[in-house]
């Protein structure tokens, strides 16, 4: 599980970058979510950037995956910005009425500098 993402810290900001390929089942994806929580213990008060440059896949686990790592980061008290996302999981993103959950930006730098 551990290939499927990197935690790492950039000025205090904790950086997950997500590697999702273009075919992932549901397994995998609850897997990845007990994984991230057992890793984001302790952190969630802190500050999140989720590098989404290395995703492809875009269905609906994606998706859930993103929100339950928003309200892990929010219960905590956290806060959090995605960057790097593809356009086509923007438009998923604004199509579900998702982006008004997330604070987007295009570039890790500027995540760093947002969250």
């Known amino acids: 599980m551990a290939e499927r993402f990197y935690v790492s ?39 999140w950037v989720v590098d989404l440059t290395q995703v492809e896949y875009t269905g609906s686990a994606a998706l859930g995956l993103l929100v ?13 910005v995605l960057c790097g996302l593809s356009r086509r999981l923007s438009e998923i993103l604004h199509a579900c009425s998702l982006d008004r959950l997330f604070r987007m930006v295009p570039s890790r730098k500027a995540a760093v500098k947002a969250v």
Do not use: C, F, W, Y
């Not at 928003?70 to 219960?75: E, M």
């Open 68 to 80: 339950n790592l928003r309200q892990q980061i929010k219960t905590g008290g956290g806060s959090l």
């Open 9 to 47: 810290t950039e000025d205090r900001v904790n950086i997950l970058e997500l590697s999702l390929p273009l075919h992932i089942d549901h397994n995998e994806i609850d897997s990845l979510i007990e994984t991230l929580s057992r890793e984001m213990a302790g952190k969630t008060g802190q500050p």
